[in-house]
């Protein structure tokens, strides 16, 4: 199971193909650099060049949280959207330190 899910809508024009393009380059940073898995699901909705515009693509959610529409985010936006959902979902033991479960992955990791 992934860590964080991505999702972009895309039209057929260029600056759609650059937002997936970023969101892809994206989860591979997150994967190699840091251990965190990322889904990317792309959609591609088939519209020129003035009807994405007009319907506002690209879309790039981060698990299930606008992060930009009609534009292209940095890739940094997205490493830090990605961890900011992370953080926020990490479990507190009964003296409020975060608990970490150690996994097969993590062990592999580790090694």
């Given at each position: 199971m992934a860590d964080a899910k991505i999702v972009v809508y895309s039209g057929?024009?260029?600056?759609?193909?650059?937002?997936?393009?970023?969101?892809?380059?994206?989860a591979v940073l997150l994967a190699r650099n840091y251990g965190?898995?990322?889904?990317?699901?792309?959609?591609?909705?088939?519209?020129?060049d003035t009807e994405a515009a007009q319907h506002g693509l690209p879309i790039i959610k981060v698990n299930d949280e606008v992060l930009a529409q009609a534009s292209v985010p940095s890739l940094s936006l997205i490493v830090d959207r990605v961890f900011e959902y992370l953080a926020s979902n990490i479990e507190l033991g009964p003296l409020k330190f975060p608990v970490f479960c150690c996994t097969e992955r993590?062990?592999?990791q580790t090694a």
């Open positions: 057929l024009d260029g600056t759609s193909r650059l937002a997936v393009r970023v969101v892809r380059e994206a965190v898995e990322v889904d990317v699901e792309v959609t591609e909705i088939p519209v020129g993590t062990l592999r």
